[in-house]
């Protein structure tokens, strides 16, 4: 994709972001994450030549490795979030290359990341996924034992916390996919009530539903098939 596309899609979410912050009288940031899990090397080149300052993130252990490789020859400073499903087997790649793990699911492998940060003598930045849809695929935490998880794993050492992550189901039913939204923010609300404002961010939104999660408390939106696209 060439650069001024690029920097027309951008624009795009930006401008629809503040027309909903406006209608809805959002004061704070919100965080707009380029996934680029689609988009070919020359496209995310052709992003960062533009200089706008934002994350990139991957949902392979494998891609993430190999684009870190390339890019770094390329632009110094590129922030890195991981957003798939995590093998304990690839955690030691995700853990050397990954600023933000937005998809931390299970005990088990925040226990792995853990291990792997403390050896790294990193402090790992996570957010904890959860359930909101009614699709298994979808991977995350049981949404009903947020206090048990959030407990659990904000005591381990090398790791931080930072917030919560979903994915609502993929429906053109906006109703359902707001219900969704709200019940992940409501639960971002409890914990920040029970642990002293612990949380910061609360990563809900994609290409096809981030105005709804923007309006349901989302301050952190991925948005891939929108933005840098395909190939
Ligand atoms: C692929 C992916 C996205 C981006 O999806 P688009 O619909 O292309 O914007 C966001 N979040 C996660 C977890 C993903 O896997």
Redesign the pocket.
């Known amino acids: 994709m060439r650069r001024d596309e690029i920097l027309n899609k951008y624009n795009t979410i930006k401008n629809n972001i503040n027309t909903i912050k406006q209608k809805y009288n959002i004061d704070y940031d919100i965080n707009i994450?380029a996934?680029s899990?689609?988009s070919s090397i020359e496209t995310i080149k052709e992003f960062l030549s533009l200089n706008i300052d934002l994350p990139l993130?991957e949902?392979k252990a494998q891609s993430l490795r190999d684009r870190v490789g390339e890019i770094e020859k390329f632009k110094n400073n590129v922030k890195w979030h991981f957003?798939?499903r995590i093998q304990s087997n690839k955690v030691k790649y995700i853990v050397k290359y990954s600023d933000l793990i937005?998809?931390v699911d299970s005990i088990e492998i925040a226990e792995y990341i853990n291990k792997e940060a403390a050896k790294n003598n990193k402090i790992q930045n996570i957010l904890l996924?959860f359930n909101i849809s009614n699709e298994e695929q979808k991977g995350g935490f049981d949404i009903n034992s947020y206090i048990d998880v959030y407990d659990n794993i904000s005591k381990m050492s090398n790791i931080s916390v930072k917030g919560l992550?979903g994915?609502a189901e993929y429906s053109k039913n906006s109703i359902l996919i707001e219900e969704e939204f709200e019940k992940l923010n409501r639960v971002y609300k409890d914990i920040n009530l029970k642990y002293n404002n612990t949380l910061s961010i609360l990563?809900i939104?994609?290409?096809?539903?981030?105005e709804l999660a923007v309006k349901h408390g989302s301050n952190m939106v991925?948005?891939?098939?929108?933005?840098l696209?395909?190939y």
Not at 205 to 210: L, P
Not at 222 to 227: A, D, K, V
Request: proline residues 0%; glycine residues 14%; hydrophobic residues 30%.
């Open positions: 994450i996934v899990k689609y993130a949902s957003i798939g937005q998809s996924q992550m994915m990563s939104g994609m290409s096809s539903d981030y991925r948005i891939g098939s929108s933005f696209g395909s």
